[in-house]
């Protein structure tokens, strides 16, 4: 998608590591308007699935997710990192970040997701698909089906991507980065 493309561009910062801040208008500070236009794109790519939930995972996912569920007009679970003590009948999962070098336990109320659900998953980042791995096996865990899963930003030299479409999940990226190497920024070129 080209206006978010232009933006990493101009406004991404590198880290090292294959590390990409986009704290400017996505992570921290957000834009909006960009996140409207990004979300009204996943909606339509997603067009042929019937959705009656969006998921994502605690924090940087609900931006993007509540955009995308308030177009689709379906209530948006976002899985919780810290099991509250309040919650029953929890659907519990293990997700390994690859930004913090650890793990992390990603939890749903059972009440929220069911085998009623079509589920479409969205996220900021997909890098090597073990935050979507843990949602999956949520999705499992309640009989839920997954109808796809839409990300901002995917790495492509990373393996997420790879495995998830190995999988037979329908995966879409708004942009997708082929390299940080050097820390510069490539993006492939992709026709919208
Ligand atoms: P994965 O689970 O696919 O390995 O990593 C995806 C998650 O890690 C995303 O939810 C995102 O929050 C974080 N992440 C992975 N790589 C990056 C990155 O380069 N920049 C930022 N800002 N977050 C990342």
């Known amino acids: 998608m080209k206006c978010l493309e232009d933006r990493i561009l101009k406004d991404g910062k590198c880290f090292p590591g294959g590390i990409l801040k986009v704290d400017s208008f996505i992570n921290h500070q957000m834009d909006p308007a960009l996140m409207q ?30 955009m995308v569920g ?29 930004t913090k070098g650890r793990s992390y336990t990603v939890c ?9 659900d079509n589920v ?8 090597n ?10 999705v499992n865990q309640a009989g839920a ?11 492509g030299f990373q393996e997420g991507g790879k495995y998830l479409r190995s999988m037979g999940v329908h995966v879409e990226s708004l942009a997708i980065i082929d390299s940080l190497d050097d820390c510069k920024i490539k993006i492939r070129t992709q026709y919208d």
């Open 145 to 155: 089906t997954l109808k796809g899963m839409g990300f901002l930003i995917e790495k």
């Open 129 to 138: 698909g073990n935050a979507a791995k843990g949602i999956l096996d949520l």
């Open 37 to 66: 236009i990004m979300a009204e794109e996943l909606v339509r790519r997603f067009s042929s699935h019937d959705i009656n939930k969006v998921i994502t995972i605690e924090a940087s996912g609900i931006a993007p997710a509540i």
């Open 120 to 127: 479409l998953f969205i996220d900021d980042f997909l890098a």
């Open 108 to 116: 749903v109320s059972a009440e929220y997701l069911t085998k009623e």
């Open 70 to 98: 308030a177009i689709l007009n379906v209530p948006v679970l976002f899985a919780k990192k810290a099991k509250p003590s309040t919650m029953q009948n929890m659907l519990v999962s293990e997700v390994y970040s690859f």
